[in-house]
């Protein structure tokens, strides 16, 4: 397989928006073109080239070396091909993502998947706050696609979501699902506090915990087939989904009482 290799130099001192360098964006351009493309450094105007390495054909897509935490918006609105991250990342990774993937080695800063479309993001260590939410001032979050985090989130992940699925393998913080409108979120691990606060519609599924939220009403105790029905075309997606549902006996809650919503939470046991 045949990547374009970017590789940070240098130690990073200002922040870099990296939004240009998405395979629809450099796919026709040279090298050369792509080493003189201008970003903003502190007050300057910057060449790609002095701060990365390019190497490598853009056949199969883009891999960035070395520890790119202060590197913000890559993957921004990609539509097409697939972004690997050998390293840490800033903040706004796939941002207005429509379609594609992005896999991070490592950790990703706040606002994961801001407004997400579609497409697939898989971060193999944690990430910070906000992971699919909108954008300061949006009113609609992620709308489609799967961010998949391995580690653990932060606060107000799924803020404003209203399509598409967020599978978080360890723990989250607080106000998980805040104002969240449609959508699926699963957490493996534990959960903080204000979950679904002014949620509208959607399912939050959590395992083995207890649920204690003045905003939701329990809705009774049962066998919830159609969780095997979502663990099967969730598998086809990925096989991180395999066998995610072992049991389909659920708990189930439905909030938030004080806008009205119809919003529910699962608990499995």
Known sequence: MSYLNIKLKKKLKFRLDLSQLIPGKIGKKTKTEIKALKISYGNEKRNISDFFSISGTLKNGIIFKGDLSKCDYIGNQMQNGE???NGNTGNYLGNK????????????SDYTGCSLHGGEIIIK???????GSSQQGNKIGMSGGLLLV???????AGFKMRAGVIYIKGNTKNFLGNQMIA???IINGKVGSNIGLLMKRGTIIIKNQKFLAPHFNYNGTNEYIFLKIMEFYLEKISKEFKNIFPSIYTKK???????KGMGEVLIIS
């Open 83 to 85: 972004i690997i991250i």
């Open 125 to 131: 260590k944690n990430t910070g706050d906000y992971l």
């Open 183 to 185: 959508g699926t979120i």
């Open 97 to 108: 993502m429509y379609d594609g993937r992005i896999i991070v080695n490592g950790s990703t």
């Open 253 to 259: 809650y439905l909030g938030d009482v004080n806008c």
């Open 150 to 156: 391995h580690g653990n989130a932060g606060t107000r």
